[in-house]
């Protein structure tokens, strides 16, 4: 893994650019709603979160597959679903303590980010920086670890 | 690395692998509808039959299931020679025979010019192709609720003495890849209902929307080492959880940074 998709709430205007180049990126259709990325309110006056997977260490979504869909893409670092091999059992999208693992109605399948490949979409046409997608030595350290399952 | 031919193109393809891995991979469509990439291959169905040769097996073919047969270094393969079409057609027109009413086989059957069973029908045949896919599928999750009983004519998917599988948790794989559709659960409010025994879904804690079953979900903490607690929230509330966390983080440093 090199880099890390880096989240900084205080730079987003609440745009939804990201929510676009992500559905026009994985979705049939390119409808905003189908996005793997959600741009959520802050609690606080112009605050926007845009909440996408963290991508953890210890995954809970991993963990939870029964059948080893879904494994990291040690290039990449992102945790990738093999479509081919889930079962719809739907106990990721259950177990995800950030709710990133989501359920496609449209696709009838389940869904999660990918970084797609390496070249996260969203952070390409982030306006303002809130999404980056850094090489790891520029990561500050405290925002390198994440972790999900204690 | 290996390489074989397959109608006509040499292909590179990696020991072990099995030679339906490569055909679908070249993009070739066989049917191979008992094969899912969680579970090994079976070879029940037949579908995905295909000949193969070698140069020097003197103009002598064989008849393999490619989801089973390995790859091997000078294959000469056919997915789609005269041969292995008349196989196809003959398995689909008995399948059409056992599964009169099944909609999935009978377009599968008419894709590959079969209309008609040339066989004695079975009128009220079920949709069960006895692929075992569901049974195989549950064993790999580790449940093993579901096996298929009885032999011959009596050959069926059920749970242990068709009661009420006690291993059951409800996660509704089996019927999520049954190819035909076969396998009935019903769903009602909170309430889901499959293989005769009855589940009730986990509601959110915060919107009360419905997510897995809470025995999918105590299975899943035990075995996982997932704490339990992750389950009781949906995603929806799990986001907006994050968001407000990850707001107030950003409106202290944003405090910080004005004063």
Redesign the interface.
Known sequence: MKSRLVVTPNRCIGCRTCELACSFNHAIDGKPGRSRIFVMGGGFKDLWVPVTCLQCDDAACVKSCLVGALRRNEETGAIELNQDKCVKCMACTAACPFGCSIYDSGQDQVVKCDLCGGDPACARFCPTKALEYKPIAQVKPAQVKVKAVG | MVHLTINGQVVQANDGEMLLDVIKRMGIDIPAICQ????EPFGSCRLCTVEITKADWDGWKNYVTSCLYPVADGLIVNTHSETVNEIRKTLLDLYLARHPNSLFVRKLAAEHGVTKTSYEEIPDGDDCILCGLCTR?CE???FSAISTVGRGHSKEVAPPLKEAPPDCVG???CA??CPTGHIKFSEEGASRSIWGKQFEK?ACSKCGKL??TKE??DS?SET????RE??DV???????????T??????W??EEETV
Do not use: W
């Open positions: 899912h990439d969680a579970v599928i790999r999750m580790g996660c509704l794989a999520q890849c986990i997510t897995i999918f979900a899943l996982r080492n997932i704490p992750y389950f949906c995603d929806d509330c799990r986001r907006k959880e994050i968001a407000l990850m707001g107030r983080l950003a409106q440093s944003r």
